[in-house]
């Protein structure tokens, strides 16, 4: 069973602060990693991608890859009331065209 | 671009009524999906469709069909509602070349009563 799994939260963050989202994967062989944000009542908009080990830095938002640890994280700095949205984690398995697979999500809430 | 689109947006069924969802794209993606959304239950697929003239199920097929009209069109079927199918359902597509991000539509939110 391959699983990505995450902390559901809620995570609360005061306004300007750092938050750090967290998913960790159980296959060793993911490829592709994707984070999208969710509004409630809205459908899952894509924030982020990364494929290789490190950080890759968007704006506000750097995503963190660890292959090793299987673990990949999102963080979002200067953290702003909208926000506040659930955050979902999304891995690629091999042979690559295959339905992503989605952790449950983080919900953030930045309290202003 | 419209992206992904989805029809209808609301729907109240009674239970054992039928109905089909639509779902278009205009990106001319090859991989295209369907995924319903509970509380507390994450994004659950469905079916979906790799490429034109392929259907596979997903975790939770029983209840539904699909249909790959074209490439563009992905269409979703309740034969015979149940109260446990209310839901929010979404349609997503893909390019299916690589990196393989999915993109999704708005939404169609159903109650079966």
């Known amino acids: 069973q391959k699983e990505v799994e995450q902390n559901s939260g809620p995570l609360s963050v005061p306004e300007g602060a750092i938050a750090s989202l967290n998913c960790t994967y159980s296959?060793?062989?993911?490829?592709?990693f994707f984070w999208y944000r969710q509004y409630s009542g809205k459908s899952p908009e894509l924030i982020m991608s990364i494929y290789s080990n490190g950080d890759k830095e968007d704006g506000r938002f750097t995503a963190q890859l660890n292959k090793a640890s299987q673990y990949v994280s999102l963080l979002i700095r200067d953290s702003q009331p909208s926000d506040s949205a659930t955050y979902l984690c999304?891995?690629?398995?091999?042979?690559?065209?295959?339905?992503?697979?989605f952790g449950k999500g983080t919900r953030l809430s930045v309290i202003a | 671009n419209a992206g992904v689109t989805q029809t209808p947006k609301f729907q109240v069924l009674k239970t054992g009524q039928s109905m089909t969802l639509q779902c278009a794209q205009d990106m001319n993606h090859n991989s295209m999906y369907w995924y319903r959304q509970d509380p507390g239950m994450g994004l659950r697929l469905i079916y979906y469709?790799?490429?034109?003239?392929?259907?596979d199920k997903g975790e939770v097929p029983n209840g539904y069909n699909v249909s790959r009209l074209n490439k563009r069109e992905f269409s979703l079927r309740l034969e015979s509602a149940a109260p446990s199918q209310t839901s929010v359902y979404f349609c997503?597509?893909?390019?299916?070349?690589?990196?393989?991000?999915?993109?999704f539509g708005p939404g169609t939110r159903l109650t079966v009563t």
């Open positions: 469709s790799a490429s034109e003239g392929t259907t």
């Open positions: 999304a891995v690629n398995l091999p042979p690559g065209n295959t339905p992503l697979v």
């Open positions: 997503a597509s893909s390019d299916g070349v690589g990196p393989y991000e999915q993109y």
């Open positions: 296959d060793r062989v993911s490829q592709s």
